[in-house]
């Protein structure tokens, strides 16, 4: 969502904050709490190693590793392999659903075949140390998740839907799972402002300038790269979530409440 402000008589330096859980919130002012800053985790819990895998056919495998819920004993690792051999196309896929590193288990292998749009789902993969479900679409597009691709997080009652929002957004990879990008799904949600992170300047903005500051909420892996934003949806925690700061010279002058969406 674009949100359109009118800036003060002043030249502006705009500040990012944004509410998450109360352990990393403090007031701000009435009613509304800020992340002032905004760190990644390096997730060193994580397994970066697999006890069992079945006869790859491609000499540069793919792996990616899930990080799922906010606790730290649901981490997935997901093989990519070429059925075909190095070269032919990735199309076969191993999920590590039960976190225990052999992807030679059955339910665990799924082959999404060489055309773009061809898809499956990897449903209700149960985290460890928590009550939440995961299910997994894939839609090809040129030997990566497509931008259809999409993310279920629920439990009995409730859930939510993460997707690859802009479509430029990518699912990375390595060919080493000891250097592989992990993804969190689950977790605290971050909103964004013009694609900056909390805390950080948005820059100056001359007086009477009348302003674009596009928002999402997106979930962050251990990399800025390693991304993934909602679909259409409310910051959560409630409303306010990002306070514009109007400062002259070091001073504040003003503060601003946005309010809406994020999508």
């Not at 709490?33 to 069992?52: G, M, Y």
């Not at 690792?77 to 992807?103: I, K, P």
């Not at 339910?107 to 997994?136: M, R």
């Not at 859930?159 to 479509?167: E, H, K």
Request: proline residues 6%.
């Amino acid at each position: 969502m674009d949100r359109k402000i009118a800036i003060p008589a002043v030249l502006a330096v705009l500040l990012i904050t944004a509410s998450a859980s109360a352990a990393e919130a403090a007031p701000a002012r009435a009613g509304f709490a800020q992340i002032a800053s905004f760190a990644l985790d390096d997730f060193p819990w994580v397994r970066r190693e697999l006890v069992k895998t079945p006869a790859f056919r491609s000499a540069k495998v793919r792996y990616t590793i899930w990080a799922l819920g906010d606790g730290k004993r649901s981490s997935m690792a997901m093989a990519w392999d070429e059925s075909g051999g190095t070269g032919t196309g990735y199309d076969t896929f191993y999920f590590d659903t039960n976190f225990n590193g052999d992807l030679t288990e059955a339910g665990e292998c799924f082959t999404a075949g060489l055309k773009d749009g061809h898809d499956f789902e990897v449903k209700n993969i149960k985290e460890a140390d928590g009550p939440w479900t995961y299910s997994i679409r894939y839609v090809r597009e040129k030997d990566n998740f497509g931008w259809q691709s999409g993310f279920h997080i629920g439990e009995p009652g409730t859930g939510y839907d993460v997707g690859l929002l802009p479509g430029n957004l990518k699912i990375r990879w390595s060919e080493d799972l000891k250097t592989a990008p992990v993804y969190r799904i689950g977790g605290p949600a971050i909103v964004l402002a013009a694609d900056k992170l909390p805390g950080q300047p948005l820059g100056k903005w001359s007086a009477g300038d009348i302003a674009q500051v596009p928002t999402a909420v997106s979930l962050f892996g251990n990399e800025l790269s390693c991304q993934l934003r909602f679909y259409h949806s409310k910051p959560p925690g409630g409303e306010p979530q990002i306070l514009l700061r109007v400062a002259k010279d070091g001073q504040v002058l003003e503060e601003i409440a946005f309010a809406g969406g994020g999508g």
